[in-house]
Structures are given as structure tokens and as C-alpha cells.
């Protein structure tokens, strides 16, 4: 292998190696290469803004204009440019050093961090197989490349299986949402509620999950796409609440880019659902689903979703009446997500539901917001992958059709929902973490027997595969 042997080359060799190691010691993004399909994306400043990277850029350009033998300017417009999302540059740069460095492997690995950055698998996989085969590559970078091989492998295959399930204890403080007063004003007189009836803690376990297939078809801009979710939790105290659950969902995913939208799908998606309580069928739903995803900016996205189902509900043991809240749903969201930095994003979210029942006091028509953000961080303990921490804030106006006249017989219910919900991700792997949740739930409704406040904490291991 032929290099240069001049001090700019040498001193251009220890660099390369240095940020290559720093690019390859991260974790291969999960889900999110594979997302952007612009030429940037969402910058990775670190602790520097980036107007002070674009204020060192722009002398480093015209130092490399004026000598574009200067390796070392070259160099560090190129690490710049990748700071802050400017692959493209960071590419193009990184490219013409080869003319003064050819086949130098370190410069090869940090072009193939690039490409997959930018989703360029099979050039991305060009660049890393050439650095392993031209040796003089430390093991614990060739360990990373194969690593990201493996990744492009499972992206570039046209059919993909992933999936998550999580596993643990949780407990609530009013597990059955019941009001926190015994005693309850119904049409103007006062009832003293049983025991079950008001607010009562408990612990149980659970376990959640879900699959999702995704196959690229020969058709260009088709894939198709289907779903599977579950979850089951058993009380140790209060049975009647025990749930099973499982949702699946199936249809194309089309790729508007071939119309001239470019970074947009749009998927159409056949629903279906059940739901047993203490054992017993409690609900089973059909329906379809609209979902629009449009990647507006490199750190900007709009997501839009429309549904309707028909609820078909069924009473249980201690639930005799559920049949009454049979009938159409509808539900729509919009949601905006903004990469404010490389490790934290904020997503709001707008939503809106409409329930048809049999009966007017069970129909109901919800309006409501969501705003959340999440936070990656060095881990607090050891040195393995970065800590994730979630924080989510809801507020819901919901208002039904017509008073229940066993409650109140001259007023409908109107209720106020606000939660908040902080979640903590520890991994211990890559596809391994402990999750832990604290959230707290409070209801305000002009029916007393309908107010309440519940505080639930968990902890469990989750897995991704």
C-alpha cells in the first residue's frame, strides 16, 4: 500500500485515526439513518452551537480554495462539516483526500460512517470492506465495522423483522380509578360507595411487546408493512382488573418520493383488536387507518394519522352494562418532532377523538395536546451506551352527548385530564435495558364519582431484537 510519507500526511493519519475510532465508539443509530433520506442531517455539535462550527468552517473552505493540497484544513473542515450535518461536505471533502492519500483505511472507515449516516448502504459497505481489506486496522475498530456491516446487512435485505418486548412490576396508588371520597353526590343525594368502589392501590405484573414486518416489493416506491402488539397484566389483589390485549395491523406503506414529494409515505392499514377482562371477552374492534410521515427538514418532522374503527364491546362478570358502549371511533393526531441537538428532541402533538355509543351519556368527543422531549446522556454509571430519559406532559378536555341520569339528570359529564409520565432507559446493551416509569394521572370531572388522581410507578427489562 502506497502513502504519503510527508509530516501534513502523517499528522493527517493520527487524526483520522483518532475521530474514526470517536464515530465508530458510538452506538449504531437504531431506526434513525434508516429515517433520513435528505442529503443532511440533524447535526451532532456537542457542546459547541452551531454558529461557532459554521464561523470555524468558513476560513478552513477558504484555506482549502487557496491550497487544495492542504490536508490539515482539509481535515478539519471535513470533522466540522460532519458536526454539523453537513455530510454532503464532510463527503465530498473526505473523497478528494483520497487523491493525496489513497487507500489510506482510516480515511476509508470514516467515509463509511458517513455514507451510513446518510443512508448510503451499499457505498458505505464499499468503503468498509476496503478498509479491512487493506489492513493496519486496529481490532477494536475492525469489531465496529463489522458491526455496522451487520447493520446495513438487516437494512438492505428487502424484508425486515424487528421487534421489543418488556417484562416487570408496577404499581398504582387508585389501580382501579375510583374516586378518592366514599361518599358521592348522585342527582343531588349523597351515597357512601363500597370498598371496591373507591380508590384502592395495587401492584401487578405485566408484560408488553410487539412485532413489526416491513417487505420492500419489486414495485418501486411499495412496501408493505404489518404489525402485531400485545399486553397482559395480572393484579395482586384486584382480579377484576387482570388484561389481555393484542392489536394487529396490515397494509402498504407507499413512498411518495416517485411523485415528486420527496421524503413522504403515506401507509393505508387494516386494524383489528380484542380485549379480555378478568377472563372474559370485553372488546373486539375493525377498522382502518391513514398515516402521513414527512421528513420536512433534517431535524424537523410532521407526522399525520386518521382511524376509524368500530368498537364492539361485551359484558363481563362484574361490567354488565359494557355492551352500551358499542359503536363507531374515530381518531386523528398531527405531531411535530424538531432534533433541537443530536441528543435531545422536543415532539408536540395535537389529538382528537370521537366515540358513537348506543347511548347518548356514553358518546363522547375528546380535543387535547401532548408535548414530550427526550434526553441522551453519558452514562451516570460505567461506560456503555448512552442513558435515556423521557418526559411527557398531556392535558384532555373530554365532554359526553347527554347526562347519565342515574349521576346527574340536568347536566352532561365534563371531564379535565392531565398527565405526566417521566421515563428513564438504562441499557446494559445495545438490545438489553432496564425501564423504569413514574407517572401521575389526574382527573377533574363536574361528576364527583368520576374524579380522581392515580400515581403509578414501575420497573422492568426490555429487550429489542
Do not use: C
Amino acid at each position: 500500500m502506497l502513502l504519503p510519507k510527508s509530516r501534513e500526511a502523517l499528522s493527517l493519519r493520527a487524526r483520522l485515526f483518532s475521530l474514526t475510532v470517536s464515530a465508530l465508539s458510538l452506538a449504531i443509530p437504531a431506526g434513525q439513518a434508516a429515517s433520513q433520506q435528505s442529503q443532511n442531517v440533524s447535526p451532532r455539535t456537542g457542546s459547541a452551537s452551531l454558529s461557532e462550527i459554521e464561523a470555524k468552517r468558513q476560513p478552513l473552505f477558504e484555506r482549502m480554495m487557496a491550497a487544495p493540497d492542504d490536508l490539515d484544513a482539509a481535515f478539519d473542515y471535513a470533522a466540522l462539516s460532519s458536526q454539523a450535518g453537513d455530510l454532503e461536505g464532510a463527503i465530498s471533502t473526505l473523497e478528494r483526500m483520497l487523491i493525496y492519500a489513497p487507500g489510506l483505511p482510516r480515511l476509508q472507515l470514516e467515509l463509511g460512517v458517513l455514507y451510513y449516516r446518510l443512508g448510503a448502504y451499499e457505498t458505505a459497505r464499499q468503503y468498509f470492506n476496503g478498509a479491512k481489506t487493506s489492513g493496519d486496522v486496529p481490532p477494536e475498530v475492525s469489531a465496529k465495522v463489522d458491526q455496522y456491516l451487520a447493520a446495513i446487512d438487516q437494512r438492505s435485505a428487502p424484508s425486515q423483522l424487528s421487534g421489543t418486548v418488556r417484562t416487570g412490576l408496577r404499581y398504582q396508588s387508585n389501580a382501579n380509578a375510583g374516586p378518592g371520597n366514599s361518599t358521592v353526590t348522585l342527582n343531588g343525594l349523597s351515597y357512601t360507595l363500597d370498598g371496591l368502589s373507591v380508590a384502592g392501590e395495587d401492584v401487578n405484573g405485566f408484560i408488553n411487546g410487539g412485532l413489526r414486518y416491513r417487505h420492500d416489493t419489486d414495485i418501486q416506491g411499495l412496501s408493505l408493512e404489518a404489525g402485531l402488539s400485545g399486553y397482559a397484566a395480572g393484579y395482586r389483589n384486584r382480579d377484576t382488573l387482570n388484561t389481555a390485549a393484542v392489536e394487529a395491523y396490515a397494509g402498504p406503506v407507499f413512498d411518495l418520493g416517485r411523485f415528486g414529494l420527496d421524503d413522504r409515505t403515506l401507509s393505508i392499514l387494516l386494524t383489528t383488536s380484542g380485549v379480555l377482562l378478568e377472563g372474559d371477552r370485553y372488546l373486539a374492534s375493525v377498522g382502518v387507518s391513514t398515516n402521513l410521515d414527512w421528513q420536512v427538514t433534517p431535524v424537523d418532522s410532521l407526522s399525520a394519522s386518521l382511524q376509524y374503527r368500530y368498537e364492539d364491546f361485551s359484558n363481563t362478570k362484574s361490567r354488565q352494562t359494557a355492551d352500551l358502549q358499542s359503536g363507531n371511533r374515530f381518531d386523528g393526531q398531527l405531531s411535530w418532532a424538531h432534533n433541537v441537538t443530536e441528543d435531545f428532541s422536543l415532539t408536540g402533538r395535537i389529538l382528537a377523538t370521537r366515540r358513537d355509543a348506543e347511548v347518548g351519556y356514553l358518546s363522547a368527543t375528546e380535543l387535547g395536546g401532548a408535548i414530550s422531549g427526550t434526553y441522551r446522556h453519558a452514562a451516570l454509571i460505567g461506560d456503555g451506551p448512552a442513558w435515556i430519559l423521557g418526559l411527557e406532559a398531556a392535558v384532555v378536555g373530554r365532554g359526553y352527548d347527554d347526562p347519565d341520569r342515574m349521576i346527574n339528570a340536568a347536566e352532561s359529564q365534563r371531564d379535565t385530564e392531565f398527565s405526566l409520565n417521566l421515563r428513564q432507559i438504562v441499557p446494559f446493551t445495545e438490545r438489553v435495558a432496564l425501564v423504569s416509569e413514574a407517572g401521575y394521572r389526574k382527573v377533574w370531572s363536574n361528576y364527583d364519582i368520576k374524579s380522581f388522581d392515580n400515581i403509578s410507578l414501575s420497573i422492568g427489562i426490555q429487550s429489542i431484537f
